[in-house]
């Protein structure tokens, strides 16, 4: 059990255990001291997004960081991806993004990348905790060792031209009219200074961020501002991104949102059209509709299928050979270009297509129906409630209505309290049902157990 670490980093509500300024600090001492280089002047690149708790935690981290011996170069505002990709460019140590993604502005989060733009394993991690968890005096740098910290906001600019040149050389995106839902969060900057020096007409939205905005009936999450402003501008595509930018969803000109699973499809198919999709396939979790896993095998392709979580797509990748994987919520990651998920890349990828064959987004992108799939959230008091008998009979009881035309998903959040139920089959009105009934179990038997 980890006391810290859930899928993607630490994550909690600011100002609360464990997203506390005095937990910000040991963090930063112990991954100080785990990775501080003896060969060179140690390094390390923080970014965040837009939440003022991001100062709070931002200041702690140096503070830990410096005091364990490390230079400090902060990033302000940029993607999570964006942090990755520096890490390796900076020649960095280690990688410290100050985001809770697609959480409200209350929570916040720390994710952490090795020097060579990869999450950090779980063994790293519990060893991150274990040494929070103890006397930390022996990890500091004597008193003529202690880093220094400078901030580099011009960085940003390294991050766009990157993401320019993953496009092809001879495709420009002249021609389209795009929305882009920054989500007031870290992709407010470069993801509509990307898009317009390709060549495209750019409308941007909820770009104006106060720390308290980020995500809030916005972006990827709530993609019907995005949908509306489609629709009112006449635009070809309408990209939203969360807030850290490193997850993607689209709107084609017709309003309808795209998620990640006919994204990946989509990419997936131009790849192996041109000889690039490696591995065979793609990655996904067991989240992914099952209507993309029958489009992959009509075309020889297979889909293999992880825990829930982009770093588990990611370690089965590269332990397997696959350069194509990602989410259903927008998570892709094309590892030709980055080593986590981003969503302005897998945009560019898609938009790449549409100027290749000249079609619109809705053409594009609709690449198998979906089958029938319900996902709903159950808040709960804590405790453990799948462990409870009348949930665990009602789930036994939902598999055996569901038979093996069907998949039933019951997990919990890695980073909320909550129970996410998902079903889905060809018969819907049955998945409805089954699913329901699942969250109403779990309801009661929380609301008895608090």
């Known amino acids: 059990m980890r006391k810290y670490f859930g899928t993607d980093g630490i994550r909690g509500q600011a100002n609360k255990f464990p997203m506390t300024p005095d937990v910000a600090m040991k963090v930063g001492i112990a991954v100080g001291h785990i990775f501080r280089n003896q060969g060179h002047a140690s390094r390390v690149v923080i970014g965040k997004d837009t939440r003022r708790s991001g100062y709070m935690l931002e200041n702690a981290l140096v503070a830990g960081f410096t005091a364990a011996g490390m230079n400090v170069f902060l990033l302000g505002p940029i993607p999570t991806p964006a942090v990755a990709m520096l890490c390796r460019s900076l020649r960095a140590d280690i990688g410290v993004m100050i985001s809770a993604s697609h959480n409200p502005y209350y929570d916040n989060g720390i994710k952490l990348f090795g020097p060579d733009g990869f999450k950090l394993s779980d063994e790293i991690e519990l060893q991150i905790e274990e040494l929070i968890d103890s006397d930390l005096s022996s990890c500091l740098a004597s008193h ?66 106060n720390g308290v ?7 990827s999450t709530h993609p019907i501002g995005l949908m509306k402003k489609v629709h009112e501008v006449r635009a070809d595509v309408g990209i939203a991104l969360d807030g850290d930018a490193d997850r993607v969803l689209l709107v084609d000109e017709t309003g309808t949102v795209i998620d990640g699973d006919q994204l990946m499809a989509v990419i997936a198919e131009s790849w192996a059209n041109a000889n690039r999709l490696e591995g065979g396939g793609i990655v996904a979790t067991i989240m992914s509709n099952l209507g993309l896993e029958r489009f992959l095998a009509d075309h020889n392709l297979k889909l293999e299928r992880t825990k829930v979580g982009d770093r588990y797509v990611v370690e089965h990748m590269r332990q397997n050979g696959f350069n194509v994987g990602g989410e259903q919520s927008g998570h892709i990651v094309l590892s030709d270009f980055a080593t986590t998920g981003d969503g302005l890349i897998s945009a560019l990828q898609i938009l790449s297509v549409v100027q290749q064959v000249n079609k619109p987004l809705s053409e594009v ?69 089954v699913v329901n009934d699942i969250v109403n179990v779990i309801a009661a038997e929380s609301t008895a157990a608090a």
């Open 144 to 209: 003529g060792n202690v880093g220094r910290a400078q901030r580099v906001d011009g960085d940003i600019y390294r991050y766009i031209e990157f993401a320019k040149r993953t496009l092809p050389r001879n495709i420009s995106l002249s021609g389209l009219r795009i929305v882009v839902d920054c989500a007031n969060g870290a992709g407010y900057k470069v993801a509509p200074a990307a898009l317009w020096e390709l060549g495209a007409e750019v409308i941007p939205i909820n770009v104006e961020p």
């Open 213 to 219: 905005n980020i995500n809030e009936d916005c972006g």
């Open 365 to 433: 992108c609709h690449k198998f129906e979906p089958v029938p799939q319900l996902l709903k959230n159950v808040r709960t008091g804590g405790g453990k409630p799948l462990e409870n008998k009348r949930v665990q009979h009602a789930i036994d009881e939902a598999r055996a209505r569901l038979g093996v035309q069907g998949r039933l998903v019951i997990r919990p959040s890695g980073t909320e309290p909550l129970i996410r139920v998902m079903a889905e089959g060809d018969d819907r009105a049955l998945i409805e049902k």
